[in-house]
């Protein structure tokens, strides 16, 4: 007896059908990666969020860090939101005057000037008041301020602090969240952003962040932080 082979509709068929199974293997795999690429894209700028936020906590916490005195004058603010950007402020390191500033002059005589750049700010007070001064140029034993003086300092009374400014804001045409230290180059920190909103309260003694991402299905991640620098300089003062 003669074996029977397949006909060619036979054939046709389990072509067909083979075909199906292949395309709907090949559909199911596709959707099953973009499904892990877009978990896996969620869970990355997540964790960039989370990260994020943890860098400008710490900040924030160290604002107003070492200025209680300053603070307490009115002559520098732990914090300070606008729309654009969030602006933290606290001690780099304190500096000693080795001569007479008199109002006018736009020379300070430093003990030490490591560590000091161009671009820094500097808050010189004598308990009773004081102002705030950039740095355009350091010299040996030697900073030149950008304005004159309004008054005079001296070495025995005069408080001298260089001051450390870390400012975040958001890069519009990038959609880049950036965090500056003094007149230092921008670092990016956080990508995607749909929007980043800080606002603060100077009676409270609090600064919210809330960040929106630009991935799909992403919720804000939002932070409060207490002044407690601020409030402790505050206190210190009444």
């Known amino acids: 007896?003669?074996?029977?082979?397949?006909?060619?509709?036979?054939?046709?068929?389990?072509?067909?059908?083979?075909?199906?199974?292949?395309?709907?293997?090949?559909?199911?795999?596709?959707?099953?990666?973009?499904?892990?690429?877009?978990?896996?894209?969620?869970?990355?700028?997540?964790?960039?969020?989370?990260?994020?936020?943890?860098?400008?906590?710490?900040?924030?916490?160290?604002?107003?860090?070492?200025?209680?005195?300053?603070m307490a004058l009115g002559l520098v603010e732990a914090a300070q939101a606008t729309d654009e950007e969030l602006r933290t402020t606290y001690l780099e390191k304190p500096l000693k005057l080795t001569g007479t500033a008199h109002a006018g002059d736009v020379r300070l005589l430093l003990a030490s000037t490591a560590d000091i750049a161009s671009g820094q700010e500097i808050c010189l007070s004598d308990g009773r008041g004081g102002e705030l001064r950039s740095v355009v140029?350091?010299?040996?034993?030697?900073?030149?301020?950008?304005?004159?003086?309004?008054?005079?300092?001296?070495p025995g009374t005069a408080a001298l602090s260089l001051?450390?400014?870390?400012?975040y804001f958001l890069d519009g045409p990038t959609r880049i969240l950036r965090r500056r230290v003094n007149g230092g180059s921008a670092q990016p920190l956080l990508e995607n952003i749909a929007a980043?909103?800080?606002?603060?309260?100077?009676?409270a003694r609090l600064v919210h962040v809330r960040l929106e991402l630009s991935v799909e299905g992403e919720h804000p991640y939002e932070t409060t932080v207490f002044l407690k620098n601020a409030a402790l300089a505050e206190k210190s003062g009444t």
Request: hydrophobic letters at 45%; proline letters at 2%.
């Open 137 to 154: 140029r350091v010299e040996s034993g030697v900073v030149v301020l950008g304005e004159p003086l309004e008054h005079d300092y001296s």
């Open 1 to 70: 007896m003669r074996k029977r082979g397949f006909s060619l509709i036979e054939c046709l068929l389990g072509m067909a059908l083979s075909l199906f199974v292949i395309t709907s293997s090949l559909q199911f795999f596709g959707q099953a990666q973009k499904s892990f690429f877009r978990l896996k894209e969620r869970e990355e700028a997540g964790q960039g969020a989370l990260a994020a936020l943890d860098k400008m906590r710490i900040d924030l916490l160290h604002a107003g860090r070492g200025l209680s005195g300053e």
């Open 196 to 203: 980043a909103i800080w606002i603060c309260n100077p009676e």
């Open 163 to 167: 001051l450390e400014n870390v400012t």
